[in-house]
Structures are given as structure tokens and as C-alpha cells.
């Protein structure tokens, strides 16, 4: 048997990753369960107490679980209409590659990805208000739209792996092409799916661009633009901020540590025909 040597410079660019991402978070753990004593002895230092007072605090000063229940509408609804939608397109695109139209509309898609959201920021604010649509839902159908982009082109890819065998077996048996997509294709799609429904979920839930420039209504605001009015107002109380950033960032962090293996498999399938 041959042993294999270690690759000691991966591994320690590895760990130093280790260290750059965990490190912000015990510093978000360790400030929340903190008094503002013990934040004057040391910020670094873990907390004498747990003062879980400051998570109290923290949801009766954010509205929590208002702002909870916007951050989940829009994500769940942007989510399955992402998956539902965007899929479609790209079994159109993919199964039709060979047509111009369609080939161009690929290219289209593809070059949308290269397009700062910077510079059609205005534009989009001034056609939303317009048409009324500064609200959840017009937020919504923003979030499906702005997906089309990276989503047709990994859905593309992963379809055209799949046999067009299938396909012209369900034919023969009497299936329409909408019927075919959703018995057969659909199904097949379970892995890349998951994975565009993750990235879509953690894009959707940690965005604060679209939110911001988008709802007017404080109502209708998310947690991450409600974090960013909770640190205008207590600027001074870091226990209490830190506090509410742990309680935005929970849910995404425990929807990652369980789906994060379908992330990586979703992104490789379909990469090998």
C-alpha cells in the first residue's frame, strides 16, 4: 500500500478559511450573551454569564417575528416559483439549442450574469414604483426574475445530460411535452433542484439591496433591512445588536449546515455526459 503525503499548504490554507469564517461568529455568539461591563474588559474574552436578556430585548426592539414571517414569505414564495419557472425555461432552451432563437436567448441569459446590479438600480426603482409594484410581491417576482440568469445556465446543463431517449419514449406513449417535462424531466432535476433552491434561499433571505431600495413600508421590512435600521437606532449597544444578528442569521445557518452536501452534488451532476 502506498501512503499518500499530506499536502501541508492546502491544509493549512484550509484551516486558515477555518479560522476566517468561524472566528466572526464566535465573536457574534460571545458579544450577544455579554453585558456592556464585561464588553468594556475584553471583546475577545467568552462571557462570565449568559445574558439572554439581550435576545429579549433584541425582539421587542426588532419586531422579530413580523419581520421573521416577511424574510419567510419571500423567500419560500421566490424559491418555489424559482425552481418552478426557471427549470421551465431552461428545458425550452436546452431541448432547442439548435435553433437560433433559442440559442441567442441562451447567450442572452448568460450575459445578464456579467451585469452589475449597480447599474440598473435606478431603473429598477423608477419601473417598480411606476407600476405600483414596492411591496413584498413586487419583490417576489423580482427575486424569480433576477435567478433566470445562473439558473437556466446550471438547469441547461444538467438537462442536456439527461438521454433524450426518455423523452421520445414518453412521446410514443401518448405524452404531451408539458406532460413529459413534469413526469419525466422534472424529477430528474432533484439534484440540481436542490441545489439552485439553497443558493436561491440564502441569496433571498440574506439580501438587503432589493429590500431596501424596494419596500417603503415598514411593515414589509426583512431582517436583514431591519438589522440595518436596529444598528442606526442603538449604535452604542452592541449586546443588543449582536444580539439581533444572531437571531437573523439562525435560520440560514442551520438550513446550510443540513443541506450543504446537496449544494455540492447539485453543482457536480451533470457536469460529465
Known amino acids: 500500500m502506498i501512503k499518500k503525503s499530506s499536502n501541508w499548504?492546502?491544509?493549512?490554507?484550509?484551516?486558515?478559511?477555518?479560522?476566517?469564517?468561524?472566528f466572526p461568529l464566535y465573536?457574534?455568539?460571545?458579544?450577544?450573551?455579554?453585558?456592556?461591563?464585561?464588553?468594556?474588559?475584553?471583546?475577545?474574552?467568552l462571557p462570565t454569564g449568559l445574558h439572554f436578556e439581550n435576545f429579549a430585548n433584541a425582539i421587542k426592539a426588532t419586531n422579530f417575528f413580523n419581520t421573521l414571517g416577511n424574510s419567510a414569505t419571500i423567500t419560500i414564495t421566490s424559491v418555489v416559483f424559482i425552481l418552478l419557472t426557471n427549470s421551465m425555461v431552461a428545458y425550452a432552451i436546452a431541448r432547442n439549442m439548435n435553433r437560433k432563437f433559442f440559442?441567442?436567448?441562451?447567450?442572452?441569459?448568460?450575459?445578464?450574469?456579467?451585469?452589475?446590479?449597480?447599474?440598473?438600480?435606478?431603473?429598477?426603482?423608477?419601473?417598480?414604483?411606476?407600476?405600483?409594484?414596492?411591496?413584498?410581491?413586487g419583490l417576489i417576482i423580482l427575486y424569480i426574475v433576477y435567478g433566470l440568469a445562473f439558473n437556466v445556465f446550471v438547469y441547461t446543463g444538467y438537462i442536456r445530460s439527461i438521454p433524450y431517449e426518455l423523452e421520445e419514449a414518453a412521446t410514443?406513449?401518448?405524452?404531451?411535452?408539458?406532460?413529459?417535462?413534469?413526469?419525466?424531466?422534472?424529477?430528474?432535476?432533484a439534484p440540481v433542484?436542490?441545489?439552485?433552491?439553497?443558493?436561491?434561499?440564502?441569496?433571498?433571505?440574506?439580501?438587503f439591496m432589493l429590500p431596501l431600495i424596494l419596500l417603503g413600508d415598514q411593515d414589509s421590512y426583512t431582517l436583514p433591512l431591519v438589522q440595518y435600521v436596529f444598528q442606526g437606532q442603538f449604535s452604542t449597544?452592541?449586546?443588543?445588536?449582536?444580539?439581533?444578528?444572531?437571531?437573523?442569521?439562525?435560520?440560514?445557518?442551520?438550513?446550510?449546515?443540513?443541506?450543504?452536501?446537496?449544494?455540492?452534488?447539485?453543482?457536480?451532476s451533470g457536469s460529465i455526459k
Not at 499548504?9 to 468561524?22: E, N, Q, V
Open 9 to 22: 499548504p492546502a491544509t493549512i490554507l484550509i484551516a486558515l478559511g477555518s479560522l476566517l469564517i468561524l
Open 27 to 45: 465573536m457574534t455568539i460571545a458579544i450577544a450573551l455579554k453585558n456592556p461591563e464585561e464588553m468594556a474588559q475584553s471583546i475577545f474574552s
Open 103 to 137: 440559442k441567442a436567448l441562451y447567450f442572452y441569459f448568460i450575459s445578464a450574469m456579467f451585469i452589475p446590479f449597480q447599474i440598473i438600480m435606478l431603473p429598477v426603482v423608477k419601473v417598480t414604483t411606476d407600476l405600483h409594484m414596492n411591496n413584498i410581491l
Open 172 to 189: 410514443v406513449d401518448g405524452a404531451t411535452t408539458f406532460g413529459t417535462f413534469w413526469k419525466i424531466i422534472f424529477p430528474l432535476l
Open 193 to 207: 433542484s436542490a441545489t439552485i433552491g439553497i443558493l436561491s434561499c440564502l441569496s433571498t433571505w440574506n439580501d
Open 237 to 268: 449597544d452592541f449586546n443588543l445588536a449582536f444580539a439581533s444578528y444572531l437571531l437573523a442569521l439562525s435560520p440560514m445557518l442551520v438550513v446550510y449546515l443540513f443541506a450543504q452536501k446537496w449544494i455540492i452534488s447539485g453543482l457536480t
